[in-house]
């Protein structure tokens, strides 16, 4: 994978801003693209259209909504967290720069939020929630502070069929999926790659339930205890 953000090499900082740039101007244009995360390669889109073929392509149930590229300046923004919330994922990103999602009520009079069209807000959200993934590597990192500057988010999900696993080249992604995408970014393989199929970690911090277990679990985990005595809620 790239490597972070924060890299002092200008050539892959050049590199990591042209592939940015690339996906969010195919996402402005209505479009889908596919883009390497640190937790799974990832397909996203902005408007109607490009978010209702990639239910179509995965063939994804619209019971399990989209997730949101974000970070910490976004959930803050968006998500209606006590302050102590607040400093639990500050904690994960900054202190130990772990990757996950957050689940939780969100302010849905935000400006950032007016721009997105109906059917696409409808199918990333769920019972007055938003899922904010955080700190999924460079790439994702770069997209999220665009989208936030340009006021368009991105929303998507991992780039595979549904339920057979995440993938971590783009070589493995299925073909019709592949289909979908008029951009593809290719950086090699995922970070977190393991044999389970794992993405990330979705916590919904309204109750610390773990909406699935997905890579960094069991350090995440004992970060919540440890760290702020929070035992998370697995079933």
Known sequence: MLQEARTDDPVLRARLAADAERVLSALEAGDVAIVPLDVAYAIVGMKTKAIAAIFAAKKRSFEK??????????????????????????????????????????????????QVEPFVLENSTKNGTLDILMNAGALHNEMARLSAERGRPVFGSSANRSLTGSKYRLCDIEPA??????????????????????????????????????VCFDEIRAIFERDFGIALKTS
Do not use: C, W
Not at 76 to 105: C, G, M, T, Y
Not at 187 to 204: C, L, M, Q
């Open 65 to 114: 909504p989209s997730g949101m590229f974000g970070n910490l300046n976004l959930s803050n923004e968006l998500h209606l967290l006590s302050p102590e919330k607040r400093d639990i994922a500050r904690n994960l990103v900054e202190r130990h720069n772990l990757p996950f999602s957050i689940v939780a009520e969100y302010r849905r009079n935000h400006p950032l939020l007016r």
């Open 177 to 214: 999926v592949r289909a979908a995408a008029s951009v593809a970014i290719d950086h090699g393989t995922s970070k977190y790659a393991n044999p389970e199929g794992r993405s990330s970690t979705i916590i919904d911090f309204r109750n610390f339930a773990v909406l699935r277990q997905g």
